[in-house]
């Protein structure tokens, strides 16, 4: 997934930024592609002026699907510089990638600098390379995610795009950040109509619908997402398996893992957990002392 090649960025001419009297290219040093997409692509990077290891994310603007209009500003910037600048503001938490700064660039979209651990790997990578986690392990994971989830919901935002390779791992801590806002949007109670997620993370009611609410859809992510770290793939790939909504273990897991996964995928929403009824489950809450008994960095081994 990781592209070494490095590669430069056309930084053109700053116009906008929190930091508007010095440009890009004289506080940045922009590295090695780490990935890309639809959304654009992210460098490696190095901020000058104390060598602090940073992601750049460049976003082309005609490929932002929402906007947002900021205090002060005359014209609207891409929602995800808006919703993790809101999330900054209340002090931000360990579990959420944070912006540090942000550009816009003359005709070539927007710039954002953002955290990143200096020995990271994405969580779809780190499976690929490892296999299915051990269910401790995995526990270790989820409930930083689940704790992160429930500090960006508390704020008013849904991520709508949780997947392992939106999770970034720092190898030496264990320590997980949720990155990749881009298809993030404002919390409401109400129904939404459109969605800009990975559709086999996505819930029944979606394909069949078009319609979902931001928290069971929340947590049908997290159903994915587990199942995909205890068996060390996602539980679906089709429309009909989807809507089927029964994960078909390919792994020795336990019965209190497997009944929060199943719960968690749930066909209805409603008969979907909140994330606290998701922390504060028998899985969740048995793992706790075997995690602190084993809280050392990750070993070759697993």
Not at 35 to 50: E, I, P
Not at 64 to 74: D, F, K, N, T, Y
Not at 167 to 173: A, Q
Not at 257 to 270: D, G, H, V
């Amino acid at each position: 997934m990781l592209d070494k090649r490095t590669m430069e960025l056309p930084v053109g001419e700053q116009v906008r930024g929190k930091n508007v009297k010095e440009p890009f290219c004289s506080q940045y040093r922009c590295g090695s592609l780490l990935g890309s997409g639809g959304f654009g692509s992210v460098f490696s990077g190095q901020r000058l002026s104390d060598g602090l290891q940073v992601a750049v994310k460049q976003i082309c603007g005609d490929r932002v699907q929402q906007w947002a209009r900021q205090p002060g500003e005359l014209s609207p910037v891409p929602m995800e510089i808006a919703l993790l600048q809101q999330l900054s503001e209340v002090g931000g938490h360990a579990g959420v990638v944070r912006l540090l700064d942000w550009f816009e660039l003359e005709g070539r979209g927007f710039l954002l600098v953002l955290e990143r651990p200096p020995q990271s790997q994405d969580l779809f990578d780190f499976i690929t390379e490892r296999g299915a986690l051990p269910e401790r392990l995995a526990l270790r994971f989820f409930r930083q995610i689940v704790e992160a989830l429930r500090f960006v919901h508390a704020h008013g935002i849904v991520h709508r795009d949780i997947k392992d390779e939106n999770i970034v791992v720092d190898t030496r801590t264990l320590e997980v950040k949720i990155v990749d806002f881009g298809s993030g949007a404002p919390l409401k109670e109400a129904a939404y109509s459109e969605f800009e997620g990975t559709r086999v993370y996505s819930p029944p009611e979606w394909i069949l619908a078009q319609s979902y609410e931001a928290a069971p859809l929340t947590v049908w992510s997290l159903g994915v997402l587990l199942f995909d770290m205890v068996c060390g793939d996602i539980p679906f790939e089709r429309d009909q398996e989807i809507i089927k909504a029964t994960p078909i273990f390919t792994r020795r897991v336990s019965k209190e893992c497997q009944s929060l996964i199943r719960w968690c995928l749930a066909f209805r929403p409603e008969d979907r957990p909140s994330l606290d009824d998701v922390l504060s489950h028998p899985w969740m809450e048995g793992g706790e002392e075997e995690e602190e008994e084993h809280s050392s960095p990750l070993s070759p081994s697993l």
